[in-house]
């Protein structure tokens, strides 16, 4: 299989996950990413870098989601950090 390239200019908006634990979750996101709650429902949590709109990372639980194992890049952590300057 060829390497794959997305071109320099394409930007990630926001992401949607969803978790079967939603709380273990949430903890994370704010713990190392340092994402704070906009809005928040009793399966969904809403996050930005400002805590303020736009968001970035919806998380919605669902019992039925698909535990996987998943990788934060290093260049999505420094897009999270250039979105709260």
Do not use: C, K, W
Not at 34 to 43: D, F, H, Y
């Amino acid at each position: 299989m060829l390497p794959f390239h997305l071109p320099d200019e394409t930007r990630v908006r926001h992401v949607h996950l969803r978790t079967a634990n939603l709380a273990s979750v949430l903890e994370f996101y704010q713990r190392v990413t340092g994402l704070l709650v906009i809005a928040r429902s009793p399966l969904t949590v809403t996050l930005s870098a400002t805590g303020m709109a736009p968001a970035i990372l919806m998380l919605t639980e669902d019992p039925n989601a698909v535990r996987r194992l998943f990788h934060i890049s290093h260049r999505l952590i420094n897009l999270l950090g250039e979105a709260s300057m």
